[in-house]
């Protein structure tokens, strides 16, 4: 599969598999134990799947070494805050049972609750740390995304967004891209 290579300089699979509404244990387990056996190296899961123990565990059974794959996770919106936000993560690492997370992102900005800049500052600690490859969001508008390039340090990497064809985002993904700022869609 091809890659992308981030503004970082980070390489990520172009295609990952994603574990939404996957039930966690076995049904989790050997899900991702699949998609890695046919050639997925990108899974991206996220702490409100709830199955991140699940994902953890296929990854360690899979075959492939570690290094060869590219994990993605995401604090959720109960979890934002900048303490919140460390503690989540150090949650969600032990559920994987990881060293490490290829990619942190923000899972949604949540405007009205207004934390999404300390969150995100909280990903930064971490990258800078080395505890994550890389950090960005998702579902950022260009609002959002603006903000955090005049309040933050670190550039987001990613910014996964819902985008289909009957959904395309162009000023969006016209932004991302003036901003080095790659675009990965989810999809339902």
Not at 114 to 132: H, I, M, S
Request: hydrophobic share 40%; proline share 3%; with cysteine.
């Amino acid at each position: 599969m091809m890659n992308v290579t981030l503004n970082n300089g980070l390489s990520m699979p172009q295609l990952g598999y994603g574990v939404f509404k996957v039930e966690d244990g076995n049904v989790t387990v050997e899900a991702v134990k699949k998609a890695i056996e046919v050639g997925y190296r990108l899974i991206d899961t996220a702490a409100i799947y709830q199955n991140e123990k699940g994902v953890g565990q296929g990854i360690k059974e899979a075959s492939v070494a570690r290094e060869e794959l590219f994990v993605t996770t995401k604090v959720w919106n109960a979890d934002q805050g900048y303490e919140e936000t460390l503690k989540a993560f150090d949650e969600s690492l032990e559920k994987l049972g990881l060293d490490y997370v290829d990619l942190y992102l923000v899972h949604w900005p949540m405007p009205k609750v207004d934390k999404y800049v300390d969150t995100y500052r909280a990903l930064e600690k971490l990258y800078e740390d080395g505890k994550v490859k890389a950090i960005g969001v998702c579902n950022f508008n260009i609002d959002h995304l603006e903000r955090l390039l005049s309040e933050c340090k670190v550039k987001p990497v990613v910014n996964q967004v819902e985008l289909h064809p009957y959904f395309s985002q162009p000023e969006l993904r016209e932004f991302c891209e003036k901003h080095d700022i790659y675009v990965e869609a989810w999809g339902h």
